[in-house]
């Protein structure tokens, strides 16, 4: 164990005591809401940002809601980039399965002492219980974002080093496969796995294996400073909050995209970017009405006989969501530069939606 991880180990499990005690439900709870058309629903719920909502080829939204950046009144931009937070994971998970297609990997059961016989319960985790959060390895973030904040630093290797140390001392929160609990752990793990087996830096993999080849040419690994001629700026109850040490969400939620590089990404994955053998594997099945389910990089819920395959994300300024409801030939791309703790207006959406737009 090095010096740096000594001293903050004590600090960390503490840290990890107190978040790991408490549990934080999202408030689902919303007002009542008179849906009319989905413009009008964005509208109601004072969404900021830009949305795109589809349906049997025909748009019902595709337009910015308030301004990108309020000091110099830059207007949202189906062009402008915005912080996607978590929906990098759906990056992160498309670059294993492509691993897997091309031979890197053979199976997804595949455990991960095969990788590093290091890893503690390597032995019992399989890279689908990380892709579909059921490995039982607790959250780095608010542990390693209190000790930056502390003034540590940690780079995607640090924080490896600092998710084996919490899952030696703590062990994992549950057994793996036998409970799912959604963790950026898995996700910086995997990030670094695709490093591991194809000797290339993980951005430099998605770009060359997904981005090049759809022409996404505004998405990128984002910066903690965001250039707020070309990025708008996020903002949490009026404020400008944009600044965040994007190393901390390495592989777990640290690109920066546009919302017509979004529509691109979401379009291939509900079109032929994956095989239908290969959907089968992505998307939960049988998922029963009312519920939510995860997948390898994707949530399926499940509203009578309609699915919508979606992924969100929340960082510091921005909330985003990216899905597709197959029934309808459906896409949505919602990118918010207004930070939404509660994830209030994202589970309004939904529910509106599926309840009234996309209801069979």
């Known amino acids: 164990m090095t010096t740096l ?8 499990i503490a840290i990890l005591m107190l978040f790991t005690s408490c549990s934080t439900d999202d408030d689902n709870n919303t007002a009542s809401i008179n849906y009319t058309t989905a413009e009008n629903l964005l509208t109601d719920i004072n969404f900021q940002g830009y949305a795109i ?28 980039a915005y912080r996607i937070g978590s929906v990098s994971k759906t990056l992160t998970a498309a670059a294993i ?41 607790p959250d780095y973030q608010f542990v390693v974002e209190d000790a ?23 062990g994992l929160n549950f057994t793996p496969g036998a409970g799912k609990q959604y963790s950026n752990s898995n996700y910086l793990i995997a990030a670094l796995l695709v490093e591991e087996l194809t000797n290339m830096a993980y951005h430099e993999y998605i770009q060359q294996n997904i981005f090049n080849p ?76 009312g519920y939510v389910d995860f997948g390898l990089g994707w949530f399926t819920t499940q509203e009578g006989n309609t699915t919508l395959y979606w992924h969100g994300g929340d960082i510091d300024g921005y909330w985003s969501m990216i899905g597709f409801v197959p029934e309808h030939n459906a896409t949505i791309v919602l990118l918010s530069n207004q930070q939404d703790d509660s994830g209030i207006q994202r589970n309004t959406i939904i529910e509106q939606l599926l309840t009234n737009e996309f209801n069979q």
Request: net charge negative.
């Open 148 to 170: 930056t904040e502390q003034g540590y630093f940690f780079d995607e290797e640090d924080i490896y080093e600092v998710i084996m140390e919490l899952v030696t001392e703590n």
């Open 53 to 80: 909502i589809t349906k049997n080829g025909n748009d019902l939204v595709r337009q910015g809601f308030g301004l990108a950046n309020e000091n110099t009144a830059l207007p949202q931009d189906y062009e402008l």
């Open 5 to 12: 991880h000594k001293l903050l180990m004590a600090f960390i």
């Open 214 to 289: 759809l022409q996404m040419t505004n998405t990128y690994r984002g910066t903690d400073i965001i250039d707020p001629n070309t990025h708008a700026e996020g903002y949490n109850n009026g404020s400008a909050n944009s600044v965040y040490p994007m190393n901390l969400a390495f592989g777990a939620g640290d690109f920066s995209s546009t919302p017509k590089d979004m529509e691109t990404w979401t379009n291939a994955v509900k079109t032929n970017w994956f095989s239908a053998t290969e959907k089968d594997d992505i998307f939960a099945q049988d998922v029963p009405s």
């Open 97 to 137: 399965i492509q691993l897997k297609r091309d031979g890197y990997i053979s199976n997804y059961n595949q455990t991960l002492n095969e990788f590093d016989p290091e890893f503690p319960f390597g032995n019992q985790i399989s890279i689908a219980q990380l892709l579909s959060h059921q490995s039982g390895i």
